[in-house]
C-alpha cells in the first residue's frame, strides 16, 4: 500500500511562487510514475504535470514554463515549483502515483492508482 502525503500549499498573490511536496511511503518509490493532477471548484480533475522513475517528465499547457516537477528518489519523494502563480492556478493540488510499470507517461487520473488529500493553493490577484 502506497501512502502519499501534500505539503506546502498557501495562499500567495498573483506572480508569486510555492513548492509543493509529496511524501510517499511503503513500495518501491523508484519505479512509480509520480504526476500532479489539481482541481478548481465545478470543475473536473485535470491533469499538471508527471515524471518517470528515469526523469522525463511531461506538463499541461497551462503550466508549461512556469511549473517544474522533480523528485528525490532517496527521499521518496516529488516537488512542483510553481512560478509566476496566477489566479486561474487556484485549486486543490493531488499528488499521484502509478505504480504499475509500463512505458510511457499519463495524464489522466484513472492511469494512477494512489492519491494524496490535495493541498490548497488559493492566487490571488
Known amino acids: 500500500q502506497v501512502q502519499l502525503v501534500e505539503s506546502g500549499g498557501g495562499l500567495v498573490q498573483a506572480g508569486d511562487s510555492l513548492r509543493l511536496s509529496c511524501a510517499a511511503s511503503g513500495g518501491n518509490f523508484n519505479t512509480y510514475i509520480m504526476g500532479w493532477f489539481r482541481q478548481a471548484p465545478g470543475k473536473e480533475r485535470e491533469f499538471v504535470a508527471c515524471?518517470?522513475?528515469?526523469?522525463?517528465?511531461l506538463y499541461a499547457d497551462s503550466v508549461k514554463g512556469r511549473f517544474t516537477i522533480s523528485r528525490d528518489n532517496d527521499k521518496n519523494t516529488v516537488y512542483l515549483q510553481m512560478n509566476s502563480l496566477k489566479p486561474e492556478d487556484t485549486a486543490v493540488y493531488y499528488c499521484?502515483?502509478?505504480?504499475?510499470?509500463?512505458?510511457?507517461?499519463?495524464?489522466?487520473?484513472?492511469?494512477?492508482?494512489?492519491w494524496g488529500q490535495g493541498t490548497q493553493v488559493t492566487v490571488s490577484s
Open positions: 515524471m518517470s522513475w528515469n526523469g522525463g517528465s
Open positions: 499521484a502515483a502509478r505504480t504499475r510499470r509500463t512505458v510511457g507517461l499519463f495524464i489522466t487520473p484513472s492511469s494512477y492508482e494512489y
